[in-house]
């Protein structure tokens, strides 16, 4: 079952400017995960927020999570061609299940 | 750094074939995963295994099987390959301890 449902599907911007993308998800969870994922190939673990923190930055990312509203956002800053991908959020729920459940997925794309 | 290989990135197979993708992580992981990408339907859990001889079905488990006999190879198996298992097939890894997953390239199984 899909948990997370990112927003929007698809974004285009210019290098230079932030990417914003959401996710929200139905249940508790323990912790949200955020993955990239190149054309064809496999993900990529990004960063990974726990329900007790709020925000988490790592080089340009940060990540912030409301757990009252059962969502969360990653912005990337100062956006790079190389950043052009699909980024998906993942969640891992509360009572021990092993099972990440993942998003549909934002596709990045962004203009040199 | 961990490292995931599946053992083709492309695959064609004929209708009612016996298929089997294999997965193999070289940092000694007890927990990995198999799962399937769709166009609009994300990533879809099949099969994990907490660890050797272990396994537990996923979300889609229909169609498929599992093998585990070492720890660092795990083995997905379409008994009767049809063409509604045409798909991008991705394999994780991770330690129980940690929650992010490790990836593989990714198969692209198309079935005719």
């Known amino acids: 079952s899909q948990q997370g449902e990112e927003d929007p599907q698809a974004l285009s911007i210019q290098e230079g400017e932030n990417a914003t993308m959401n996710c929200s998800y139905k249940?508790?969870?323990?912790?949200l995960q955020w993955y990239r994922q190149n054309s064809g190939r496999g993900l990529v673990h990004l960063i990974l927020?726990?329900?007790?923190?709020r925000e988490k930055h790592s080089g340009r990312l940060r990540v912030t999570l409301d757990t009252s509203k059962k969502s969360s956002s990653l912005l990337i800053t100062a956006s790079r061609a190389a950043d052009t991908a699909s980024y998906f959020c993942?969640?891992?729920?509360?009572?021990?299940?092993?099972?990440?459940?993942f998003g549909k997925g934002t596709k990045l794309t962004v203009n040199p | 750094d961990v490292k995931v290989t599946q053992s083709s990135r492309y695959l064609v197979k004929r209708t009612g074939e016996k298929v089997f993708l294999e997965c193999v992580q070289d940092?000694?992981?007890?927990?990995m995963f198999w799962y399937r990408q769709d166009p609009g339907l994300g990533l879809r859990l099949i099969y994990f295994?907490?660890?050797?001889?272990?396994?537990e079905k996923g979300d889609i488990p229909e169609g498929y099987s599992v093998s585990r006999e070492k720890k660092e190879r795990f083995s997905l198996i379409l008994e009767s390959a049809s063409t509604n298992q045409t798909s991008m097939y991705l394999c994780?890894?991770?330690?129980?301890?940690?929650?992010?997953?490790?990836f593989g390239p990714g198969t692209r199984l198309t079935v005719t």
């Open positions: 940092m000694d992981h007890e927990n």
């Open positions: 993942a969640t891992h729920s509360q009572g021990g299940s092993e099972k990440l459940v």
């Open positions: 249940t508790s969870i323990n912790n």
């Open positions: 295994s907490y660890d050797v001889k272990m396994k």
């Open positions: 927020i726990r329900s007790n923190e």
């Open positions: 994780a890894s991770r330690v129980p301890s940690r929650y992010e997953q490790y």
